[in-house]
C-alpha cells in the first residue's frame, strides 16, 4: 500500500471515530476538543490537520462518503435515483452522525453549502449530464438537502419516505 494510500485510510478512520463521536455528542468544538484529547492529538499538531476544527472534519466526513459514491459507480453512467439510493444505504450507519451535522450547519450556512455544491457536482458528473453547470448544481443542492433532511426522518423499515422523495427530486429537476 502506498504512503497516500495509507495516509487516505488512516484518515478516513479518524474521520469515522470523530463522526462516531459527533452522534453521540454533536458536531461541536467540544466534542472535537474530546477527539483530540481522546486520540491524542495535541492542540499544535491538531491546529495543523484540521485547520478550521470541526468543520474541517465535516468537510472530510463529506469527501468520504463522496469517494464511496465515486468508487461504487466507477466507469458507469447511473440516474441520480441510483446514485441517491445507493448513497443514502451506503450512509446508513452513519445516520446518527448525519443528524448531528446537520445540526452543526445550520449554524454554518456557508460551510454546508459549499461542502454540498462539491457532492452535488460529482453527483452530475457521475450522471455525465450535458447540464452541469451552475443552475444544475445549485438546483440539486437545494433538493438534496430537503432529500437528506427526509431520509433522516425516514422511519420506516424499506426508507419508503426517501425512496418517495428521491423520485420525486429527480422529476422535478428532470434528472432521471
Do not use: D, H, K, P
Given at each position: 500500500?502506498?504512503?497516500?494510500?495509507?495516509?487516505?485510510?488512516?484518515?478516513?478512520?479518524?474521520?469515522?471515530?470523530f463522526a462516531a463521536l459527533a452522534a453521540e455528542f454533536g458536531w461541536s468544538r467540544a466534542t472535537f476538543e474530546r477527539f483530540c484529547s481522546d486520540e491524542g492529538v495535541a492542540p499544535p499538531e491538531a491546529a495543523r490537520r484540521w485547520p478550521g476544527g470541526e468543520r474541517s472534519l465535516a468537510w472530510?466526513?463529506?469527501e468520504t462518503a463522496d469517494e464511496a459514491m465515486l468508487s461504487s459507480w466507477r466507469g458507469v453512467h447511473p440516474t441520480l435515483v441510483q446514485i441517491l439510493r445507493a448513497r443514502f444505504e451506503q450512509n446508513e450507519p452513519h445516520k446518527r452522525a448525519v443528524a448531528a451535522l446537520a445540526l452543526s450547519d445550520a449554524l454554518h450556512p456557508f460551510n454546508?453549502?459549499?461542502?454540498?455544491?462539491?457532492?452535488?457536482?460529482?453527483?452530475?458528473?457521475?450522471?455525465?449530464?450535458?447540464?452541469?453547470?451552475w443552475f444544475a448544481?445549485?438546483?440539486?443542492?437545494?433538493?438534496?438537502?430537503?432529500?437528506?433532511?427526509?431520509?433522516l426522518a425516514d422511519k420506516t423499515p424499506d426508507r419508503r419516505r426517501t425512496d418517495t422523495a428521491v423520485r420525486a427530486l429527480s422529476f422535478v429537476l428532470g434528472l432521471r
Open positions: 500500500m502506498s504512503a497516500r494510500i495509507e495516509q487516505s485510510a488512516y484518515c478516513e478512520t479518524e474521520v469515522l471515530r472530510s466526513f463529506n454546508t453549502l459549499q461542502r454540498t455544491s462539491q457532492t452535488a457536482m460529482r453527483m452530475l458528473e457521475l450522471c455525465a449530464l450535458r447540464r452541469s453547470g448544481c445549485w438546483s440539486l443542492v437545494f433538493a438534496y438537502s430537503l432529500v437528506v433532511l427526509v431520509w
